[in-house]
């Protein structure tokens, strides 16, 4: 096999010329941009940052959970998620390879999550592996360029051929100047397509642009044992030697409703709910990589569970827009913003105003400690608002091309936040901001 001839694989036959990627470049440059990003996630930077920033900071511990073992589990879960999707993709790729260890990737797969392989020299970080991941890098890049070029090529020429069929139908003269300007721009965009084919993954074998994405896997699967091994119970360890040791039990964490300390609107905690992630050493497979198994764990209690993230998002950007903002809010926007709410927040939004109509247009000082209150609860929920919506672009397929930056964690959104708790925030944002308004002769809500 490329690449892994230690693990005992058979290589290709040298006499058989391996085809070119040529069109699936463009899949394949998502995927290899899929597998960086899932790599630089794992630095030790990224792991300290979501250690000790991410999962401590206001919004995910007062409505999420302060467990880090729970949140670490979410983490990592989604990380092998991430993962088994990219490593389908290398191994639906593989079976276009004449060497028969990469042909047969998902077998390899399967071993590696069984713990029975040796990723000695393998190692996260080591200068082997930094080289192969700065050359994926720069073939992500230049794919990138490639088809950016092709379609500024197929606009060029779409006006091209409208340009000739105007010219042929009319019958008139057209100014030889303005006509070679736009020919010599169109055969530099044809030669810029050429140049790019030449360097991008257009014009590289399956087998060895397989290999290095096989090979890549292998390392982000070892690391993510290394890095979440002493917090999540079913990954295997690995041993001096290098060799992944599986652990065959499940895992099972619940979510611990704890409650920080807070201004905002302090509930009763909810039922807990459980979670389960189970051994993957089976989980190769496409259905089980589009199962989204982290995404559907969210308990009823939770936002994700009911259905409602995106909304409350949406909601939270919009409150925190009419926030910053000097404008009047006409009544379509008005009327907008409040279809928005679900009927019980809506009864709950007219409970909370009805108890603060001492909030007079007149009464300055007590508009102004709205507005500050409100400022406040915003540096903890409209980040989460905007996590959520950013991780919906990122997995949306026709959003993200090739992008080989960390993405975006569930557990950074509303999706596992406490519903109960979410909406009286929310509230109190609309019913601070419905006072606001009020008091400089606005109107959000009325």
Not at 248 to 256: A, G, Q, R, S, Y
Not at 325 to 337: K, M, N, P, Q, V
Not at 374 to 389: E, K, R, S, Y
Request: one cysteine or more.
């Amino acid at each position: 096999m490329v690449g892994f001839k230690n693990l005992g694989w058979h290589s290709a036959d040298p006499k058989k010329k391996s085809n070119q990627l040529g069109i699936l470049a463009f899949e394949t440059g998502k995927t290899m941009s899929r597998l960086l990003s899932i790599y630089k996630s794992l630095s030790d930077e990224e792991m300290s940052r979501l250690r000790k920033d991410v999962m401590k900071s206001e919004g995910i511990a007062f409505l999420n959970s302060m467990d880090e073992g729970f949140l670490l589990s979410l983490a990592c879960a989604e990380r092998l998620e991430d993962l088994d999707r990219a490593a389908t993709s290398v191994s639906r790729l593989g079976k276009k390879c004449n060497d028969l260890g990469l042909n047969r990737f998902d077998l390899l797969y399967t071993d590696l999550k069984l713990g029975i392989l040796d990723f000695g020299k393998l190692e996260y970080g080591s200068r082997l592996i930094e080289r192969k991941v700065q050359k994926m890098e720069k073939l992500v890049s230049t794919t990138s360029s490639l088809h950016a070029s092709l379609e500024a090529l197929t606009e060029m020429e779409i006006s091209h051929k409208k340009m000739q069929q105007w010219k042929n139908k009319v019958q008139v003269q057209m100014q030889n100047a303005n006509v070679d300007l736009f020919n010599q721009k169109l055969e530099y965009q044809r030669k810029e397509v050429r140049h790019f084919r030449e360097i991008s993954l257009w014009s590289k074998t399956f087998d060895k642009t397989v290999g290095l994405m096989a090979r890549l896997v292998c390392v982000v699967y070892a690391r993510i044992c290394v890095v979440f091994g002493p917090y999540i119970p079913i990954l295997p360890l690995q041993n001096k030697g290098g060799c992944l040791q599986q652990k065959e039990f499940p895992f099972t964490i619940p979510i611990k409703e704890q409650i920080l300390p807070h201004s905002g609107p302090i509930l009763s905690s909810s039922k807990p709910n459980i979670i389960r992630f189970y051994s993957q050493k089976s989980f190769f497979n496409e259905d089980t990589a589009k199962n989204n198994m982290v995404f559907h764990a969210a308990g009823p209690s939770t936002l994700g569970g009911s259905g409602l993230a995106m909304r409350y998002a949406n909601v939270i950007i919009l409150a925190e827009k009419y926030l910053d903002s000097t404008d009047s809010i006409d009544h379509d926007e008005r009327e907008s913003l409040y279809q928005m709410l679900p009927e019980n927040l809506k009864a709950l939004m007219r409970i909370k105003l009805s108890k603060n109509m001492k909030c007079v247009e007149d009464d300055a000082c007590l508009a102004e400690g709205w507005r500050e209150a409100m400022v406040a609860m915003m540096v903890w929920l409209a980040p989460m608002a905007h996590n959520t919506v950013k991780w919906q672009m990122e997995r949306t397929f026709e959003k993200v091309k090739f992008n080989p930056k960390p993405s975006v964690l569930l557990l950074q959104t509303l999706h596992f936040s406490d519903k109960e708790k979410t909406e009286a925030a929310i509230a109190e944002v609309l019913v601070g901001l419905s006072c606001i308004y009020r008091f400089e002769n606005r109107h959000l809500i009325d």
